[in-house]
């Protein structure tokens, strides 16, 4: 007798918690709704292109280092594209970049990547 007593509450109980609203559950909070804060990395880089010669100036404000690449495409098909070694720009430091074409300067940009 006394488990069918048993038996007969618990299935209330769970009857009960089921009729609940979804809101009136406790639930796992994931976060509290607002966008994580953004991951802060990568050096502000300033190219400049006078002639044949390239020059970029890289500041990295963040802590982590950043490794800035130069690359420099140049105008003519026969003219020798050229990537520069990696350069480790760390935290508070203002890196310079150098490289050159043998005449025209199609285009240049720095490239970025996180030192571990």
Not at 12 to 27: E, G, K, Q
Not at 59 to 77: F, Q, S
Request: aromatic letters at 6%; hydrophobic letters at 40%.
């Amino acid at each position: 007798m006394r488990l069918s007593r048993s038996l007969a509450s618990v299935t209330v109980a769970v009857a009960l918690v089921l009729s609940l609203p979804y809101d009136a559950l406790p639930h796992v909070r994931v976060g509290d709704g607002k966008p994580s804060a953004p991951d802060l990395f990568g050096a502000a880089c300033r190219t400049a292109v006078r002639g044949s010669h390239v020059v970029a100036y890289c500041h990295n404000p963040y802590v982590d280092t950043d490794r800035v690449r130069l690359h420099i495409e140049c105008a003519r098909w026969w003219d020798i594209d050229t990537d520069s070694a990696p350069v480790d720009a760390g935290p508070a430091l203002t890196v310079r970049l150098t490289g050159r074409c043998w005449q025209e300067v199609g285009s240049a940009w720095v490239s970025h990547q996180r030192r571990r």
